[in-house]
C-alpha cells in the first residue's frame, strides 16, 4: 500500500499562484511516475501534469502548459505543482497519483493509487 498525502490547496484570484504538495508513504518501489488530476463539478477526472522517477522527463496538458510546473523530490517522496497564473477554469479538486511503473500515462485508470485530494479555487 502506498499513501498519499496532497496539501497547499486555497483559494486565490486570477492570475495568482499556488504550490501543491504530495507526500507518499508505504511501501516503496525501485522506480514510479507520480501524476496530478484534477477534477470540477460536473465534469470527469482530466490530466494534469506527471513526472518520471528521475524527474527528467515531463508532461503536461495543453491547458496548463507553461503555466504549471511539476517537480519531485525522491529524498522526500514528495511531488509538487506549481500553479502560476490561475484561471477560473483552473478551479478544482486536485489529485495527487502514484504509478507503480516508471512509464507514463496520462489515463486515470492507470495509477495505482491516489491521495484525498485538495480544493483549488480560483476567483475572477
Known amino acids: 500500500q502506498v499513501q498519499l498525502v496532497e496539501s497547499g490547496g486555497g483559494l486565490v484570484q486570477a492570475g495568482g499562484s499556488l504550490r501543491l504538495s504530495c507526500a507518499a508513504s508505504?511501501?516503496?518501489?525501485?522506480?514510479?511516475?507520480m501524476g496530478w488530476f484534477r477534477q470540477a463539478p460536473g465534469k470527469e477526472r482530466e490530466f494534469v501534469a506527471a513526472?518520471?522517477?528521475?524527474?527528467?522527463?515531463?508532461y503536461y496538458a495543453g491547458s496548463v502548459k507553461d503555466r504549471f510546473t511539476i517537480s519531485r523530490d525522491n529524498t522526500k517522496n514528495t511531488v509538487y505543482l506549481q500553479m502560476n497564473s490561475l484561471k477560473p477554469e483552473d478551479t478544482a479538486v486536485y489529485y495527487c497519483?502514484?504509478?507503480?511503473?516508471?512509464?507514463?500515462?496520462?489515463?486515470?485508470?492507470?495509477?495505482?493509487?491516489w491521495g484525498q485530494g485538495t480544493q483549488v479555487t480560483v476567483s475572477s
Open positions: 513526472i518520471s522517477w528521475s524527474g527528467g522527463s515531463l
Open positions: 497519483a502514484f504509478r507503480a511503473t516508471p512509464n507514463y500515462s496520462g489515463s486515470a485508470s492507470s495509477y495505482d493509487y
Open positions: 508505504g511501501r516503496t518501489f525501485s522506480s514510479y511516475t
